[in-house]
T-cell receptor, first 111, second 113 residues
Framework: KQEVTQIPAALSVPEGENLVLNCSFTDSAIYNLQWFRQDPGKGLTSLLLIQSSQREQTSGRLNASLDKSSGRSTLYIAASQPGDSATYLCAVPRGAQKLVFGQGTRLTINP | DVKVTQSSRYLVKRTGEKVFLECVQDMDHENMFWYRQDPGLGLRLIYFSYDVKMKEKGDIPEGYSVSREKKERFSLILESASTNQTSMYLC????????????FGQGTRLTVV
């Protein structure tokens, strides 16, 4: 059974810092891994999708890496801004694109 | 841009009512999903559909049913709403293959009183 874990559950950093969010999964036979952002009371916004054949994917100040063999992914946020404050979730497919989610990391960027 | 639209942002219903949550996507996706999200429990899959009129139970289908009469629309039905169904409901869609992105709607916050 696939399980996804995100550590830490919450993170607070000053504006401008670079930071890393972690995601680990128990079954390395995944097709892809997706990172999402969720603002309070809102839906999920897709940030990055990494295919199993890729090691990295970049979008603006975001960089996601994937190491299937170790069951880990990281989301790197450069030069953090207060607008980056949100909950970040990672998810992997469990057959037919049904997603298994981590519990999320609640990120606060302090001005 | 892919758009997944849920019919309501907020709903308040009474115990015992029949409740319909509607979701529409505009990307011709085969797969559509309904999740609920609760503090401490994360996102849990209720039902999903991989084609018109096709459905499959997720992890927590009890008390819910679904309908997919058209490819772009997926409805979640609470047959007799109960207070323990108070939650955030999220709809998602994707192409059928394993290697594509899933896209989510804005969520419906349902309160059952």
């Amino acid at each position: 059974k696939q399980e996804v874990t995100q550590i830490p559950a919450a993170l607070s950093v000053p504006e401008g810092e670079n930071l890393v969010l972690n995601c680990s999964f128990t079954d390395s036979a995944i097709y892809n891994l997706q990172w999402f952002r969720q603002d309070p009371g809102k839906g999920l916004t897709s940030l990055l999708l990494i295919q199993s054949s890729q090691r990295e994917q970049t979008s603006g100040r975001l960089n996601a890496s994937l190491d299937k063999s170790s069951g880990r992914s990281t989301l790197y946020i450069a030069a953090s801004q207060p607008g980056d404050s949100a909950t970040y979730l990672c998810a992997v497919p469990r057959g037919a694109q049904k997603l298994v989610f981590g519990q999320g990391t609640r990120l606060t960027i302090n001005p | 841009d892919v758009k997944v639209t849920q019919s309501s942002r907020y709903l308040v219903k009474r115990t015992g009512e029949k409740v319909f949550l509607e979701c529409v996507q505009d990307m011709d996706h085969e797969n559509m999903f309904w999740y609920r999200q609760d503090p401490g429990l994360g996102l849990r899959l209720i039902y999903f559909s991989y084609d018109v009129k096709m459905k499959e139970k997720g992890d927590i289908p009890e008390g819910y049913s679904v309908s997919r009469e058209k490819k772009e629309r997926f409805s979640l039905i609470l047959e007799s709403a109960s207070t323990n169904q108070t939650s955030m409901y999220l709809c998602a869609s994707s192409f059928r293959t394993e290697v594509t992105e899933a896209f989510f709607g804005q969520g419906t916050r349902l309160t059952v009183v």
